[in-house]
Structures are given as structure tokens and as C-alpha cells.
């Protein structure tokens, strides 16, 4: 039982895992057979071989400039701007975006590292988008956030910006929202 009590161990650190959904996914494991198990296993052992970070817009992909940059059908002139790369996901999942995206990425307390801030403005000095849509979760932490990247944003020219309605549930994060929320938060978006 050694191996299988490890793995359970391991399984209970995934985020929203409990030591008894941790278990189930382990017997569900262990009733897989052998290929299933090798393809899972080498999809987890494989997963950050390939993937390298955007060097425009800060997402993982397994090229870059990443599929979502390159994308010919994309409206190049919206730029929505996510704390994270699970906001970006949560975006991409729901099928209701088609702009392009900008990751922000490190910050500490709140605000945007020095580094970060750089890497925003250079994206937006090459992309020169008509329209920015402050994306980041509404939170205390986000909201302080949100001041910064105004600054940063208009310092850069940027006339159309634009924030997210608050369909979204305060304390809570745009990775967890569901299709219909974030549909709602994105047309109704507000000009600052
Ligand atoms: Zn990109």
C-alpha cells in the first residue's frame, strides 16, 4: 500500500482536493490499466518540457509567440488584461473573448512588479491597441491593482480603457466564474 499512500498524498495537494477525494481519484487509478496509466503519467511528467512563456503576452504555450498572438482571426485591437494565467483560461474555456490578452504575472502585495510593468508597456507600445479591458479579479488585492495599471495605461496613451461590469461575486475570481457570468461582466464593460 506504500506507493498508493504516496500517491494519495501527493493527489491531497492539488487545489480543492481532500484526503477523501484524493483516495477516489487514487482507486480510480488503480483501476486504469497499464497504457492509460503511462499516457497519464507522461502527460503529467511531459507537462513543462514543451511549454515556454509568451514573450508578448505572458501566457505558456508550446511556442512563442503563443497560438493566441499569432492567431490571424483574433482582434488584434482589444487587449484584456488578466491577473493570471487561470483567468486567461477561464476566458479561453468560456469562448467568449476573441482580442488578445495580456498575463500580468508577478507582483508582490498587490502591486505590479517593477518587471511586469515594463513587460505590460511594452506590449502595448507594439500592439497599440484602440481598447484595454482591466480584467483582474475584484478583489481588495485587485482593486489596488487596478489604480497602478490606470496609471500605466494612460501614461502609455491609451485612450478606450475599460473594466469589467461586476457581474462577478466581490472576493471572488474571474478563474472561478462561470460562462454566463463572465459573459455578462465582459458586455457590460464600463469605460474609465
Ligand atoms: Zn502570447
Known sequence: MESLDSLINALKKF?????????????????????????IGGLISSLKKNL??????????????????????????ILCVVDDL????????SGIYNGLYHV???????ELTDESADFLAKHIRSLKPSE???ASSPRIEGDMM??????????LGVKNITRLAYGLPLGGSI??????TLHT????RRKI
Open 15 to 39: 487545489p480543492s482536493l481532500g484526503p477523501k477525494s484524493a483516495r477516489r481519484i487514487a482507486f480510480y487509478l488503480l483501476k486504469q490499466d497499464d497504457k492509460e496509466l503511462q499516457r
Open 52 to 77: 515556454v512563456t509568451c514573450s508578448q503576452c505572458g501566457n505558456v504555450s508550446e511556442k512563442d509567440p503563443c497560438r493566441i498572438c499569432t492567431d490571424p482571426l483574433r482582434d488584434r485591437d
Open 86 to 93: 487561470e483567468s486567461l483560461s477561464a476566458f479561453e474555456q
Open 104 to 110: 500580468l504575472g508577478g507582483r508582490i502585495s498587490g
Open 132 to 134: 484595454v479591458i482591466i
Open 146 to 155: 487596478y489604480y497602478t495599471l490606470i496609471d500605466i495605461l494612460k501614461g
Open 175 to 180: 478563474e472561478f466564474a462561470d460562462r454566463m
Open 185 to 188: 461582466a465582459l458586455e457590460g
